[in-house]
């Protein structure tokens, strides 16, 4: 089955470590992107990448890192910068061309 | 500076009646909107786009209305059904057909009572 496998569903850390959230799609989709949810705020960008190698920065980047070695895969590592970690994490990857992005099923990472 | 605006935390609507769902926009460089249904703890799933160059677009029991002049666009779901109650967000796109970022809207909880 073609799709978007975000994993693991549930992550839980201590406060200072770094954690990577692992994102794979095999859509054969050129463009990814993450997003944070928080309760009341909706979807916010933060980075996103069209092709390998090559990302940029979204409205919320502080605290966070990507790679994009390769085309299926865009995982995001939350540092012991970002401020306040705890959220649901969204990973969607859109067709060359298409409007629409189709998204994973979420992380909820919470930190303790 | 928030782009999109939902500005309906909620709304309750009767099985078989009409939902209304509401969404503004202020950048005028967005080129497309989509609506897209979320269920808690999952990812949202795509409903229905409109190009900044139409006033409407229909699919099944969905419409979607754009009316640029006020940037405001609207979701209609006819007739509601109990499983359509789940939150709804609007997006728009910026960055063309390249990027493709999408903004999101804050959500409105729409619950469709039997």
């Known amino acids: 089955d073609g799709g978007i496998t975000q994993s693991p569903k549930y992550l839980f850390r201590k406060e200072g470590q770094n954690v990577t959230l692992s994102c794979e799609q095999n859509l054969n989709h050129d463009a990814m992107y993450w997003y944070r949810q928080d309760p009341g705020q909706g979807l916010r960008l933060i980075y996103y990448s069209q092709i390998v190698n090559d990302f940029q920065k979204g409205d919320i980047a502080e605290g966070y890192s990507v790679s994009r070695e390769k085309k299926e895969s865009f995982p995001l590592t939350v540092t012991s910068a970002q401020k306040n970690p705890t959220a649901f994490y969204l990973c969607?990857?859109?067709?060359?061309?298409?409007?629409?992005?189709?998204f994973g099923q979420g992380t909820r990472l919470t930190v303790v | 500076d928030q782009q999109v605006k939902q500005n309906s935390p909620s709304l309750s609507v009767q099985e078989g009646r009409i939902s209304i769902l509401n969404c503004d926009y202020t950048n005028s460089m967005f080129d497309y909107f989509l609506w897209y249904k979320k269920y808690p703890a999952e990812g949202p799933t795509f409903l229905i786009s409109?190009?900044?160059?139409?006033d409407k677009n229909e699919d099944g029991r969905f419409t979607v209305f754009l009316n640029k002049s006020a940037k405001h666009l609207s979701l209609h779901i006819v007739p509601s059904q109990p499983g359509d109650s789940a939150v709804y967000f609007c997006?728009?796109?910026?960055?063309?057909?390249?990027?493709?970022?999408?903004?999101f809207g804050q959500g409105t909880i729409l619950t469709v009572h039997p």
């Open positions: 997006a728009a796109r910026s960055g063309g057909t390249s990027y493709g970022k999408l903004t």
């Open positions: 969607a990857s859109r067709k060359q061309g298409a409007v629409e992005a189709f």
């Open positions: 409109i190009s900044s160059i139409k």
